[in-house]
């Protein structure tokens, strides 16, 4: 068991736990947007920064990657937190405007301005879909792709991925884009989540292990009937 | 602006070659000891065809278990590596800070206009490809173009012509006799340690150097320049490119073969003597021109 102070709070966590998991369950709330359960931690959105350690040596981390320490001293909600908190969210929504999940959390921090120029990208780089579609679906038919400001998620050539069984799970994580379904182009398609709906579950058969991450499904429901 | 700073190995490129997996497989085959060598892999692979083919990215993920998406994200992020088919010839203009203050961003305006394309892009006829970099670290040499695999230091706005023209005919045309590279060798036979030389027969100047050859059943002289890094030869038969020649010694008929293949084709190398301690070995293949010569 490892030791440490959250707000002022003296907690024992068992080792190898990041500073977000102990915050969240002794009821500190952190926004996240790249953070999910049962992904690996990636610290791309920078949401869940806390400040760590005192006086000058203070210093900003991302709680979501940050495993705690003996004698850690963490601040969950100070001053600066709040700041670089706010700036962070202003960034991202100007880059992703019409994203409900960041504008939501945006207006929760407060802010109700934008001083930066809207960008409409539709995808923050959080990487949540690219690690839903490697470790949960065992796909890895998205990834990375380019470097810097021609970064993008995609899959390989920009056709539809043979590896991809259609789950829509990508879809379904994103904090950002609500405008990504693409299966008005199939071979465009990164998930075609939509495929499910109609025509119903076409391409389901062709899979034996076919992952749906609705459920119920919509489709199967009509298909019954 | 001499021929080049260093003088690097000419970067092969040929015209879009259709992917081979034979060829592929030779690639992943050499790699196969050194676990996670991706980019080893990609780099021969680029080699090989000029950039990286959809289907040579196919087969290495299906033959190396990786899957496509961790390849091509390997594949996008480098710049080295090119998903597009690039010309025969490339040219590469530092734009780093030092050749950025002397003048570069001129020297690319000025190869842009030269060439009709944007930094990155490619001649419609598929000549040249204009890239820049970032740096290559010849930073007092500055501005530098690198054209196929030449240095080119102090590059002006109103030499980048000359440059260009000069890469359509080839940099390879050697201009013998002015050519500090060039110089007369005398070779003998391993064997019997006669020597080559015939006054006869003159190439380049010099006399040239006699063996018979031996290709498909038919046996005929065969004289080779005697200037090293000349490869002017004059046969008694035509001689397909491609074609692999068994050479034998005039003197004492055996015939001379080394127990090494050639680096670039794989043909076998034909060892001889040169005269004042050494050997020289040059590829038997006609139109290869591999050859190494190790001085004592």
């Known amino acids: ?225 | 602006m001499q021929r080049g700073a260093a003088v690097a190995k000419k970067v092969n490129i040929r015209k879009q070659d259709k992917v081979n997996s034979k060829d592929i497989l030779k690639i992943l085959e050499k790699h196969s000891d050194d676990r996670g060598g991706l980019i080893a892999i990609l780099e021969d692979i680029q080699t090989k065809y000029g950039y990286l083919p959809e289907k040579a990215l196919r087969i290495v993920g299906e033959k190396t278990n990786r899957s496509l998406v961790d390849i091509y994200s390997v594949a996008t992020f480098y710049r080295f590596f090119s998903l597009k088919p690039k010309g025969e010839h490339l040219v590469c203009a530092c734009l780093g800070t030092a050749c950025h203050v002397r003048g570069a961003p001129r020297v690319v305006s000025e190869l842009e206009q030269q060439l009709g394309i944007k930094a990155g892009q490619t001649t419609a006829d598929n000549k040249f490809t204009l890239e820049t970099v970032n740096c290559l670290g010849a930073c007092a040499l500055g501005p530098v173009v690198v054209i196929d695999g030449h240095y080119f230091s102090k590059v002006k706005r109103s030499k980048v012509k000359q440059l260009l023209d000069k890469a359509q005919e080839g940099f390879d045309k050697l201009d013998i006799g002015k050519d500090e590279r060039i110089f007369p060798i005398d070779v003998s036979c391993p064997h019997c340690s006669r020597s080559f030389r015939d006054e006869i027969v003159v190439i380049d100047g010099y006399p040239s150097l006699k063996v018979n050859v031996a290709v498909d059943g038919k046996k005929g002289e065969l004289r080779l320049s005697s200037l090293y890094g000349s490869f002017n030869i004059s046969t008694e038969f035509e001689i397909p490119e491609g074609t692999i020649a068994s050479f034998i010694c005039p003197h004492c008929g055996s015939e001379i073969k080394s127990t090494s293949d050639c680096s670039d084709c794989g043909a076998p190398m034909i060892p001889m003597l040169v005269s004042g301690g050494g050997t020289v070995q040059i590829c038997s293949r006609r139109g290869c021109k591999n050859h190494m010569l190790d001085l004592v």
């Open chain 1, 1 to 225: 068991m490892i030791t440490l102070k959250i707000n002022g709070l003296e907690v024992s966590v068992e080792k190898g736990t990041t500073i977000l998991e102990a915050a969240r369950f002794l009821g500190f709330p952190i926004p996240t947007l790249c953070h999910m359960d049962g992904l690996t931690p990636y610290g791309a959105c920078r949401l869940c920064v806390v400040e760590i350690g005192d006086g000058p040596r203070a210093k900003l981390v991302s709680s979501c990657t940050y495993p705690v320490e003996e004698g850690l001293k963490v601040r969950t909600a100070s001053s600066r937190v709040l700041k670089a908190r706010k700036m962070i969210l202003e960034l991202l929504l100007a880059s992703c405007p019409q994203s409900k999940t960041i504008q939501d959390l945006a207006s929760a921090h407060g802010i109700r301005q934008q001083r930066f120029k809207q960008e409409y990208d539709d995808c923050i780089l959080c990487g949540l879909c690219v690690r839903v579609c490697q470790e949960q679906m065992m796909a890895k038919a998205i990834g990375f792709r380019n470097r810097g400001e021609k970064r993008s998620i995609g899959t390989p050539f920009d056709v539809k991925s043979d590896v991809c069984r259609l789950c829509g799970g990508c879809m379904y994580v994103c904090p950002a884009c609500q405008l990504r379904c693409t299966y008005n182009e199939p071979e465009k398609a990164i998930c075609g989540g939509c495929a499910n709906l109609t025509p119903p579950c076409v391409q389901k058969e062709q899979f034996d292990d076919m992952m749906c991450y609705m459920s119920p499904c919509v489709a199967c429901e009509i298909k019954k009937d």
